[in-house]
């Protein structure tokens, strides 16, 4: 059997406070919200609120104050919402991430636990920063999306270590979205803060615009150039030795690279990562990388195409008309985990290398 997967949809105006408030009042809306004040919030080891704020007000002043707002909407603590929801040291399970960047497009799936995920598309417009679409995690930080620029930038797990004081990868995304509108801005901006864990992140903006920022806590380096793709290991040599044994990352990156080049549609694009025998789609869940959303965003036009789960039916979204005040007009995404021909199994482990290297052939023919 196929198992539901849905995301909620929120939308969010004002000031960052503002922000903050309607996200945790939509929130406790929901389904999942619900049930938020029957659980104990727990504070990491070593949590100081005066570190937190100096840290956020240093890089991210908009996300202090959304904080406050977050914290009277869920009615907590201020300490209890800075310590779960902020730059706190966060603990980051193995997780994978595909990223594609053509001449026009850029693809995604984001590839994590089930348990852990944080299903939530939000639209945010906050005063005084770019408006953004994004899939959120743990209410202020952001795992990937497009901002009203047409920046598009998602981030991809490398390795626990080294680790380093830095801020989280999640505020480190929402950064992004939040203060940059190119990608010549966004690598300026992740090539000068201090990175807690290895991490790429990868970007497209509306004129074309692709990089990848490979980012450890010793070290940064970028690629660039107009068709690229991002997997989870660092492709540049001097940041080789950061990496993890991944065969999984490694394997992914062949049909990535080809379908940047093969001036695919924004509909072939998702399909291509979204469909049931796809080399990129993964269904490692019980491992916690199993593919959890996928999308496709055309930067020049503000359009994502989202589904939720595989064999997707996508969504379109124009983020242009929602920055003018217009609704998205849903309040949920729906899908499946797993796809029609291989549905949802927690057990499942990943395709041989035979079966993975005649599906990235036929995907490279299309």
Same mark, same amino acid.
């Given at each position: 059997?196929?198992?539901?997967?849905?995301?909620?949809?929120?939308?969010?105006?004002?000031?960052?406070?503002?922000?903050?408030?309607?996200?945790?009042?939509?929130?406790?809306?929901?389904?999942?919200?619900?049930? #938020?004040?029957?659980?104990?919030?727990?504070?990491?080891?070593?949590?100081?609120?005066?570190?937190?704020?100096?840290?956020?007000?240093?890089?991210?002043?908009?996300?202090?104050?959304?904080?406050?707002?977050?914290?009277?909407?869920?009615?907590?603590?201020?300490?209890?919402?800075?310590?779960?929801?902020?730059?706190?040291?966060?603990?980051?399970?193995?997780?994978?991430?595909?990223?594609?960047?053509?001449?026009?497009?850029?693809?995604?799936?984001?590839?994590?636990?089930?348990?852990?995920?944080?299903?939530?598309?939000?639209?945010?417009?906050?005063?005084?920063?770019?408006?953004?679409?994004? #899939?959120?995690?743990? #209410?202020?930080?952001?795992?990937?999306?497009?901002?009203?620029?047409?920046?598009?930038?998602?981030?991809?797990?490398?390795?626990?270590?080294?680790?380093?004081?830095?801020?989280?990868?999640?505020?480190?995304?929402?950064?992004?979205?939040?203060?940059?509108?190119?990608?010549?801005?966004?690598?300026? %901006? %992740?090539?000068?803060?201090?990175?807690?864990? =290895?991490?790429?992140?990868?970007?497209?903006?509306?004129?074309?615009?692709?990089?990848?920022?490979?980012?450890?806590?010793?070290?940064?380096?970028?690629?660039?150039?107009?068709?690229?793709?991002?997997?989870?290991?660092?492709?540049?040599?001097?940041?080789?030795?950061?990496?993890?044994?991944?065969?999984?990352?490694?394997?992914?990156?062949? =049909?990535?690279?080809?379908?940047?080049?093969?001036?695919?549609?924004?509909?072939?694009? #998702?399909?291509?990562?979204?469909?049931?025998?796809?080399?990129?789609?993964?269904?490692?869940?019980?491992?916690?990388?199993?593919?959890?959303?996928?999308?496709?965003?055309?930067?020049?036009?503000?359009?994502?195409?989202?589904?939720?789960?595989?064999?997707?039916?996508?969504?379109?979204?124009?983020?242009?008309?929602?920055?003018?005040?217009?609704?998205?007009?849903?309040?949920?995404?729906?899908?499946?985990?797993?796809?029609?021909?291989? =549905?949802?199994?927690?057990?499942?482990?990943?395709?041989?290398?035979?079966?993975?290297?005649?599906?990235?052939?036929?995907?490279?023919?299309?």
């Amino acid at each position: 059997m196929n198992k539901p997967w849905r995301v909620d949809v929120l939308q969010c105006r004002g000031s960052s406070y503002d922000v903050g408030k309607q996200m945790a009042e939509g929130f406790l809306k929901t389904t999942r919200g619900a049930t #938020f004040h029957r659980r104990k919030g727990h504070q990491p080891f070593g949590f100081v609120l005066k570190d937190a704020q100096a840290a956020l007000c240093t890089y991210a002043p908009n996300i202090w104050e959304e904080l406050h707002g977050l914290a009277d909407g869920l009615k907590i603590p201020l300490e209890r919402a800075a310590a779960q929801y902020s730059n706190a040291r966060l603990s980051f399970p193995k997780r994978g991430c595909s990223s594609v960047m053509t001449n026009a497009f850029y693809g995604r799936n984001y590839d994590y636990s089930p348990r852990r995920y944080d299903p939530t598309l939000v639209a945010v417009q906050p005063k005084g920063m770019h408006a953004s679409l994004a #899939f959120s995690d743990r #209410f202020t930080g952001r795992v990937d999306g497009m901002n009203e620029h047409g920046l598009c930038v998602g981030l991809h797990f490398v390795n626990y270590r080294p680790v380093r004081p830095g801020l989280v990868c999640i505020l480190i995304v929402r950064m992004v979205l939040d203060q940059c509108a190119t990608t010549r801005e966004a690598v300026r %901006l %992740l090539t000068r803060i201090p990175h807690g864990q =290895p991490f790429n992140y990868s970007l497209l903006d509306a004129i074309g615009a692709a990089a990848v920022v490979e980012a450890s806590p010793l070290a940064t380096s970028v690629r660039d150039g107009r068709e690229l793709a991002c997997t989870n290991h660092f492709q540049i040599a001097k940041l080789g030795r950061y990496n993890r044994r991944n065969p999984g990352s490694h394997r992914r990156l062949p =049909p990535l690279e080809t379908w940047s080049r093969a001036e695919l549609s924004s509909q072939q694009l #998702f399909a291509a990562l979204n469909h049931a025998g796809s080399p990129v789609f993964d269904h490692a869940y019980r491992s916690g990388s199993g593919t959890l959303h996928t999308f496709v965003c055309e930067p020049a036009e503000r359009i994502m195409l989202v589904g939720i789960g595989g064999d997707a039916s996508p969504r379109s979204i124009h983020f242009e008309n929602w920055t003018r005040g217009a609704s998205l007009g849903l309040s949920q995404l729906e899908g499946q985990l797993g796809t029609l021909d291989r =549905p949802f199994d927690p057990t499942i482990v990943i395709p041989s290398k035979k079966t993975l290297a005649r599906l990235s052939i036929g995907a490279a023919s299309k």
